[in-house]
């Protein structure tokens, strides 16, 4: 029976050996949780965020994507609440000088919890014990920490002010909603979908490229009219989670949990995380995606930030500072409400967010792919991907050097490439070129062999079963895409 991946480490060495994922600045001496992607990585997290693309955009007719500059106006964030909200409180321990969240300290009676068990932040620190050290109630008081990366845009001292890196996607969608109306015929219901990057400052990062300071979204915000919010959301609830079992991520690792009500952000009516088993620990279950129904709260909260943009120029550009104007009593009838013409309302939309992020989600895949088994006495490990997944769609190998098989084998691979990524290796026993390849998870390898001289036929080999069949080389190119669902 093969094994899967027990610990975190395993997959740490599977993905440096294999060149999925460096350690970033790693001849430096390395930057902590920031992570490169390596050729067979950089194919698999593109993959990951096409397979995304094509389920929610290009399958759809409600949905249109957009590219949102990482810069944005300082007073979006504000409007948004980022700028007053968004901190950890921390402190620091004063026997080991290691910084630690509030809410992530467990008491010394509480022993092994989950992280949803945790208590709500206090001040009072006198049983919590370090997660570093094991010192008990050996803490300075409790802080404010920012989440947001802050720099400077402008070409001096002089003119310079404050402006963040984002650090999540959403905002440049809710303050292009209005442009995506006036420039295309959709309309409400109607989402919009961005992949980018996003910032945040994190007080602990864990988990190899589960929690990092740089990383992807994937993220949707679909606009709805109130009072059909809550059958959007479980259509989107059902939609996600379909999504990773359709692409092969086993059953038994995916579960929703609902947020608690105190646990809930503040501008949430409700939300579920799609949930996936890690080997952290003994197996836990950490967030792949949050689905949240964020009723009204940005479009109205932009509204604010729209008419407050003449006080933040008064107060020289000082965000922190800056209050956000008072709501207009007529709020339904702002620039960012929605006419519609059918049934003769206005209304500002709903919004249904369904957030995953690109790296965690190509983590969940590496894991539940990998499986270690033993064939006829040999150690063979191996990355199920789903063929959309796969870096690498198949492999091209002269079982030979000899007797014109390379030229054979090239003129395939020259042939292949065009349609899908390909990879050729005419290097030590085919043997072992099957075992490099299915570690790099390829989905089929193309075997020229001696028979290939006689009747123009190949070897083609499945990762999974490892069997082997002979496909003419003139229906190759159909026989694989079939197989690829390509």
Excluded at 2 to 23: H, M, N, P, Y
Aim: some cysteine.
């Amino acid at each position: 029976m093969a094994e899967t991946i027990k610990k975190l480490d395993e997959l740490v060495g599977l993905c440096k050996r294999r060149g999925f994922i460096f350690q970033s600045s790693e001849i430096y001496g390395g930057l902590a949780s920031c992570y490169d992607y390596g050729p067979l990585g950089a194919e698999l997290k593109r993959n990951v965020k096409n397979a995304w693309w094509k389920s929610v955009v290009q399958m759809r007719d409600d949905m249109v994507g957009l590219d949102c500059s990482i810069l944005m106006h300082p007073m979006i964030w504000k409007a948004s609440g980022h700028v007053d909200k968004f901190a950890d409180l921390i402190c620091e321990c004063k026997k080991c000088n290691t910084r630690s969240r509030v809410d992530h300290l467990e008491g010394k009676e509480q022993g092994e919890t989950s992280r949803h068990a945790q208590t709500a932040p206090t001040d009072d620190l006198s049983d919590k014990v370090c997660p570093s050290c094991g010192a008990v109630g050996q803490f300075t008081e409790p802080m404010p920490f920012k989440l947001m990366f802050e720099t400077q845009m402008g070409a001096n001292a002089d003119d310079a002010m404050t402006v963040f890196l984002r650090p999540e996607t959403a905002q440049g969608i809710f303050a292009n909603y209005r442009n995506v109306l006036d420039s295309s015929r959709i309309r409400v219901p109607f989402g919009i979908a961005q992949i980018g990057k996003s910032f945040r400052n994190e007080v602990t990062t864990k988990a190899f490229i589960f929690r990092t300071r740089e990383f992807e979204q994937m993220e949707i915000e679909f606009f709805c009219e109130p009072g059909t919010d809550e059958d959007w959301w479980q259509h989107w609830k059902d939609a996600r989670m379909q999504w990773y079992l359709n692409l092969g991520i086993r059953k038994e690792n995916l579960r929703f949990r609902p947020h608690d009500d105190d646990e809930l952000a503040h501008y949430a009516k409700a939300c579920v995380d799609v949930e996936y088993r890690f080997p952290f620990g003994s197996g836990d279950w950490q967030e792949l995606e949050g689905i949240a129904n964020r009723t009204d709260f940005d479009l109205r909260q932009h509204q604010r930030g729209m008419r407050s943009v003449t006080k933040w120029i008064e107060n020289g550009r000082d965000t922190i500072n800056t209050p956000l104007v008072d709501e207009h009593p007529d709020y339904q009838s702002g620039p960012l409400s929605f006419f519609d013409d059918q049934n003769r309302k206005r209304y500002i939309p709903y919004v249904i967010e369904p957030s995953a992020g690109a790296d965690r989600g190509t983590l969940a895949f590496l894991v539940d792919a990998y499986a270690e088994e033993e064939v006829k006495g040999e150690k063979r490990n191996v990355l199920r991907f789903h063929p959309t997944l796969a870096p690498i769609k198949c492999a091209i190998l002269p079982l030979v050097k000899k007797e014109g098989m390379p030229d054979i084998a090239r003129n395939i691979y020259q042939d292949l490439r065009r349609h899908f990524n390909c990879f050729y290796d005419e290097k030590s026993a085919i043997g072992r070129r099957y075992r490099r390849q299915d570690e790099a998870g390829t989905p089929f390898c193309v075997c020229v062999d001696g028979q290939t001289l006689e009747d123009q036929t190949v070897t083609v080999r499945d990762r999974d079963s490892m069997e082997q069949i002979r496909v003419s080389t003139d229906q190759l190119k159909n026989h694989l895409r079939e197989k690829l669902d390509m």
